[in-house]
């Protein structure tokens, strides 16, 4: 005590505290807010990162999807061109085996006996099938000209196969007389060589591929004097 009075400290201290709490709420804030501006900027450097690599990524995904892209269609290409390919070789094989079974045709000689109406009605055509000698021969009992259903059928096995090919091939009639007297025989003939060409043309051989002939004289041999049609087969010169 100084001259009878108390001496009171407390207000300096208040002050002094007061300037002190200010001082670190002050010091806090600027640490929280570089905390703040510090996280922030590392946050958005880490999201631009993960841009730049999901952008990456995307980009390589793209050119791996563009490279498969381009892969797959040169495989689809490559397999239309296998197809067309195995197509054209099939279509060839076809072609192959066709011209063989022609060739093979051309070669044969079938007799085809026709029936004279009621009289022969009992006997059966009879067909020969050789390597040697004419394709077709059609032999045709006195006085008939007509193929009967029987001699139809007979030949309509014999050319369906070259059906296929019938703008390839060539039908020569080469129609001989009978045992008849000349001018009959040439008369039977030509109607014989005719009902042949009709009968092919209504198959849908064109007919400019069919040649008709009719021999001056009939079989020289006495054991074989029916008259008969020859169909020769040749293919078409190219």
Not at 59 to 86: C, F, G, M, S, Y
Request: hydrophobic share 40%; with cysteine.
């Amino acid at each position: 005590m100084e001259n009878g009075r108390q001496q009171n400290y407390w207000p300096g201290f208040v002050d002094a505290l007061s300037n002190l709490v200010l001082t670190l709420v002050f010091v806090m804030t600027i640490f929280i807010l570089a905390l703040f501006f510090l996280a922030s900027k590392v946050t958005q450097e880490k999201v631009e990162g993960l841009c730049l690599e999901t952008k990456a990524e995307l980009t390589n995904t793209k050119k791996n999807l563009d490279e498969t892209h381009d892969e797959l269609r040169v495989a689809i290409a490559e397999a239309k061109q296998a197809q067309e390919q195995i197509q054209a070789l099939k279509k060839e094989l076809v072609r192959s085996e066709a011209a063989r079974k022609t060739d093979s045709l051309l070669d044969q000689r079938v007799d085809i006996n026709v029936r004279k109406g009621k009289l022969l009605q009992g006997n059966k055509t009879s067909t020969e099938t050789s390597k040697n000698g004419f394709p077709i021969t059609i032999r045709f009992p006195a006085s008939v000209v007509e193929l009967d259903d029987n001699a139809k059928e007979i030949l309509d096995k014999v050319i369906a196969p070259l059906l296929a090919q019938k703008q390839q091939i060539r039908f020569s009639l080469n129609a001989t007389p009978g045992p008849e007297t000349y001018s009959e025989g040439k008369r039977l003939s030509f109607f014989r060589a005719v009902a042949i060409r009709n009968y092919l043309i209504g198959k849908g051989i064109p007919k400019a591929n069919i040649e008709s002939k009719v021999a001056e004289h009939g079989s020289l041999d006495p054991a074989d004097p029916e008259g008969r049609v020859v169909i020769q087969l040749q293919r078409a010169a190219q």
